[in-house]
């Protein structure tokens, strides 16, 4: 019998990436009315009735990034206590957890952040992410995937040139995340360390190349890939 896999937040575009890719796993989808992970009870009873192995946890709030700084509240609502409502019937039921975290945890300032380096969000959205971390470090039987992705192609008429990181586009981070889900811990997602510009004008040859101040954003949130590439 195949193992069966909830992703929450599957409507959502990395959600869609994941129903392209082909695998040996069963697949839910559930809409926010089949479960809402503010309201526990409909998470306890989608994966009572689906019997679920994994859950991939993709809800949350993430763009746009000025919602966090606007609207404490649903950062706090959506990225922290849906996540540890998540964890919480995980835990109950015994399901293994894969929760969807960022590079944005990272200072980003020196670069090449392993797993185990220090954590110090530089926005809000950040700490929400952190926030929801949390909780899934206190269920053992989970995985943390910090990613740095984003969709394809490259949206922005604009990328920053000072500012380096591992972005990797949506649907390459889809094919890998399945390989990941019997891994426990901590794993650094992300594709090359390059500046954005340099990542964006592969795809989309029109950007326009700009600077960002330095309290607006930091320069370098590269991550330190050698644990992926050691299993993929």
Same mark, same amino acid.
């Given at each position: =019998?195949k193992?069966?896999?909830?992703?929450?937040?599957?409507?959502?575009?990395?959600? &869609?990436?994941? #129903?392209?890719?082909?695998?040996n796993?069963?697949? *839910?989808?559930?809409?926010?009315? #089949?479960?809402?992970?503010?309201? @526990?009870?409909? @998470?306890?009873? *989608?994966?009572?009735?689906?019997?679920?192995?994994?859950?991939?946890?993709?809800?949350?709030?993430?763009?746009? =990034?000025?919602?966090?700084?606007?609207?404490?509240?649903?950062?706090?609502? %959506?990225?922290?206590?849906?996540?540890? &409502?998540?964890?919480?019937?995980?835990?109950?039921?015994?399901?293994?957890?894969?929760? %969807?975290?960022?590079?944005? @945890?990272? =200072?980003?300032?020196?670069?090449?952040?392993?797993?185990?380096?220090?954590?110090?969000?530089w926005?809000?959205?950040?700490?929400?992410k952190?926030?929801?971390?949390?909780?899934?470090?206190?269920?053992?039987?989970?995985?943390?995937?910090?990613?740095?992705?984003?969709?394809?192609?490259?949206?922005?008429?604009?990328?920053?040139?000072?500012?380096?990181?591992? *972005? =990797?586009?949506?649907?390459?981070a889809?094919? @890998?995340?399945?390989? %990941?889900?019997?891994?426990?811990?901590?794993?650094?997602?992300?594709?090359?360390?390059?500046?954005?510009? &340099?990542?964006a004008?592969?795809?989309?040859?029109?950007v326009?190349?700009?600077?960002?101040?330095?309290?607006? *954003?930091? &320069?370098? %949130?590269?991550?330190?890939?050698?644990?992926?590439?050691?299993?993929?």
């Amino acid at each position: =019998m195949k193992k069966r896999i909830v992703i929450t937040g599957g409507t959502g575009r990395l959600g &869609n990436e994941l #129903k392209k890719v082909k695998t040996n796993y069963k697949l *839910f989808f559930p809409t926010k009315k #089949k479960l809402d992970i503010l309201k @526990i009870n409909t @998470i306890r009873n *989608f994966l009572k009735k689906t019997r679920a192995n994994f859950v991939i946890h993709l809800a949350g709030l993430s763009r746009p =990034m000025k919602e966090h700084e606007k609207n404490i509240k649903k950062s706090i609502s %959506l990225n922290i206590i849906g996540t540890a &409502n998540l964890v919480n019937v995980c835990s109950e039921m015994k399901t293994k957890l894969i929760y %969807l975290s960022t590079s944005y @945890i990272y =200072m980003g300032t020196k670069g090449n952040y392993k797993e185990t380096d220090p954590l110090l969000p530089w926005n809000n959205y950040g700490w929400s992410k952190l926030g929801g971390e949390c909780s899934v470090r206190m269920y053992k039987n989970s995985l943390i995937i910090r990613a740095s992705i984003t969709q394809r192609p490259f949206v922005h008429k604009k990328a920053f040139g000072n500012v380096k990181i591992n *972005f =990797m586009y949506q649907d390459e981070a889809a094919k @890998i995340i399945f390989k %990941l889900i019997d891994k426990k811990g901590v794993i650094n997602l992300g594709g090359k360390a390059q500046t954005i510009f &340099n990542f964006a004008k592969k795809s989309n040859p029109k950007v326009k190349k700009i600077s960002a101040r330095n309290k607006l *954003f930091p &320069n370098n %949130l590269t991550m330190n890939l050698n644990k992926l590439k050691k299993i993929i």
